[in-house]
């Protein structure tokens, strides 16, 4: 099955300074990527997704970008302000298979006011 | 917005009890989840159904079973809890392939 690995664990931001969290996956059918953020004590929201036919996507401080050839996916955050302290997760969703969301371990980002 | 509700926020149960988690979406979703959420360890799948009364092993099932008479409703069962079922448990809901998930707020379960 998929495999999806996140680096680093915990990122530690100055305000005003860029975050990124990189995941890799292991099955090149996987064609879906979203990005939950996780405050304490809350449940996972989704704050951005790509699809496999798109390399780039942004959405205001957020963007995330897809490298098919190298599996991997990265969620960039600039800007950083202390609302955006929380866990990060990636997930990935094979296209042959279920309809599961393979996720990866989480990157807990504190931004340091 | 889709609405995925589970009915206990908080549980505490005793070692050997039957336990019964519920999850309910509002929304008409065929697909939905139930992950347990651990740290250091991320998310991972229990089980998860497609369809009423369908389900599938996820990557942890042992201990595990799950119940989806009704499409808005998708139960996880722990037939006899133990200690290391203490976890957050996450259930889940998703319209298809090419959408995200929504997620319930969780149940944080304590087996004592």
């Known amino acids: 099955g998929e495999n999806v690995e996140q680096h680093p664990s915990t990122l530690s931001v100055q305000e005003g300074d860029s975050a990124v969290i990189k995941c890799t996956y292991s099955?090149?059918?996987?064609?879906?990527f979203p990005w939950y953020k996780q405050e304490l004590g809350k449940r996972p929201q989704l704050i951005i997704d790509?699809?496999?036919?798109?390399g780039e996507k942004k959405d205001q401080r957020i963007a995330v970008t897809l490298n098919k050839t190298a599996k991997h996916f990265s969620l960039h955050i600039t800007e950083t302000q202390p609302e955006d302290s929380a866990v990060y997760f990636c997930?990935?969703?094979?296209?042959?298979?279920?309809?599961?969301?393979?996720f990866g371990t989480g990157t807990s980002l504190t931004v340091i006011p | 917005d889709v609405k995925v509700t589970q009915s206990s926020r908080y549980l505490v149960k005793r070692t050997g009890e039957k336990v019964f988690l519920e999850c309910v979406q509002d929304?008409?979703?065929?697909?939905m989840f139930w992950y347990r959420q651990d740290p250091g360890l991320g998310l991972r799948l229990i089980y998860f159904?497609?369809?009423?009364?369908?389900?599938e092993k996820g990557d942890i099932p042992e201990g595990y079973s799950v119940s989806r008479e009704k499409k808005e409703r998708f139960s996880l069962i722990l037939e006899s809890a133990s200690t290391n079922q203490t976890s957050m448990y996450l259930c889940?809901?998703?319209?298809?392939?090419?959408?995200?998930?929504?997620f319930g707020s969780g149940t944080r379960l304590t087996v004592v």
């Open positions: 889940a809901s998703r319209l298809g392939k090419s959408y995200g998930y929504t």
């Open positions: 099955d090149s059918a996987s064609n879906y």
């Open positions: 790509i699809r496999s036919n798109v």
């Open positions: 997930a990935a969703s094979p296209a042959n298979t279920g309809n599961q969301f393979y």
């Open positions: 929304m008409d979703h065929e697909n």
């Open positions: 159904s497609y369809d009423v009364k369908m389900k």
